[in-house]
């Protein structure tokens, strides 16, 4: 089966435009906490409800998703997360705040497990590799996000946010006159694999799959304590540009979408796990480089770092639906929904650690996160032992 670049070329533009809006909201953070008067960990809880909507409900969907496709959620999904972070810079009232988050979280959630199984189908032998097409986008969308909304707050104040609507509105006509070629091979796999038929869960492959979870929960505290706590460093700590903040969190962003696309081919042809320990390992001189350093040293010590550690986003997407080969929607939605999201759960803990110690201590806590997942990445068990070597 030859990769379809085409499918997976409008899947990527969608996964772009939806997380448009992650990238988006630990840029617009400092301008919320100013605006409402909020505490760091205030801001905090913003980013927590973000991600347990966004990310750590994404198994629900892809539990559903996996019972009977809903390709309808491919155009809807793009624009309500558009539309719940198009609102937030005319909320005065933080309650509401969060509702509006929540609201973009649910489309971004709604988004992922029903995309990457969609896009599992059109990726042909070279999983990773094409598997990373379609990630790329969601890179590039996250990368993206906070110079756009930073841009648009700089040129029209905190209402400039409603200019996130347009794209999810284009997207999402895009994809309604798109479906039906798209979710087809969707629907005649899931027509081929009754319900009945699917295999339970071995020992050996739950353990693999923890294992794994456990990596991308280090992978994406590190990513998102990063993003979030850079502007709060050059914002609000060093009172500095928050262009050149929105620079640098873009700058990480995008070196990780760079390598999400030549790292993928690497990891296909190196091998999925040994490609994830490798990375892992190799991020931290350049992070410490990066928290030490300074001046112009500091865009390119986090673009290497950004674009080792992203690199591994597909790829343990892949591993994941290796393991879970007849439950591709929950195997996206776990690696890119819980997992991602439970991560993402850390930087309320940086945010404790930053009101009682100070952003840059919040910033030094950071790097140790990455040399546990080198570790943690050792102990996988990957690919999975055969069925008929288990309880062996």
């Known amino acids: 089966m030859k990769m379809n670049k085409k499918a997976l070329a409008l899947l990527s533009v969608g996964h772009l435009v939806t997380d448009l809006n992650q990238g988006a909201l630990p840029a617009l953070l400092p301008y919320f906490k100013e605006s409402l008067n909020l505490s760091y960990t205030m801001a905090g809880v913003i980013l927590l409800f973000s991600n347990l909507t966004s990310s750590v409900i994404q198994p629900v969907f892809g539990y559903f998703s ?15 997360a558009c539309l719940g972070m198009a609102v937030t810079g005319f909320i005065s009232v933080y309650p509401l705040l969060i509702l509006a988050v929540m609201v973009s979280g649910f489309g971004i959630a709604s988004f992922h497990p029903e995309g990457f199984k969609t896009a ?31 841009t648009l707050v700089a040129s029209f104040g905190l209402k400039g946010t409603l200019a996130m609507i347009i794209p999810g509105f284009l997207l999402g006509a895009v994809f309604l006159f798109s479906i039906r070629w ?20 071995s020992r050996h492959e739950l ?6 979870i456990g990596i991308v929960i280090l992978r994406s505290w590190t990513q998102m304590g990063l993003v979030t706590y850079i502007p709060f460093y050059y914002i609000n700590y060093l009172k ?14 995008m070196a990780g979408a760079f390598g999400t696309l030549v790292g993928s081919p690497m990891a296909d042809l190196w091998g999925h796990k040994r490609f994830v320990s490798w990375t892992m390992l190799l991020t931290l001189p350049f992070l410490f480089a990066f928290v030490y350093g300074g001046g112009s040293a500091a865009f390119v010590m986090l673009a290497l770092a950004g674009m080792l550690f992203i690199s591994t986003f597909s790829v343990t997407i892949v591993m994941a639906q290796t393991i879970l080969r007849y439950r591709l929607g929950m195997a996206s939605g776990l690696m890119v929904g819980f997992a991602v999201g439970t991560g993402g759960i850390g930087v309320t803990f940086l945010g404790m650690i930053a009101d009682h110690w100070g952003v840059p201590v919040a910033m030094k806590a950071i790097l140790i996160l990455p040399l546990v997942g080198f570790f943690l990445s050792l102990l996988i068990q990957y690919p999975p032992r055969a069925k008929h070597n288990e309880g062996h």
């Open 207 to 212: 353990l693999s799959l923890l294992t794994l």
């Open 182 to 201: 798209l979710t087809d091979p969707v629907q005649l796999a899931f027509t081929q694999t009754p319900q009945e038929e699917k295999p339970p869960v």
């Open 120 to 150: 599992h189908f059109f990726t042909g032998e070279k999983k990773a590799t094409g598997m990373s097409l379609f990630s790329v986008g969601g890179n590039f969308g996250v990368a993206l996000g906070p110079i756009l909304a930073l």
């Open 240 to 253: 500095g540009d928050p262009l050149y903040a929105g620079k640098l969190v873009s700058t990480f962003l």
């Open 66 to 80: 996996d019972r009977h496709p809903k390709g309808w959620i491919l155009p809807l999904a793009p624009f309500v």
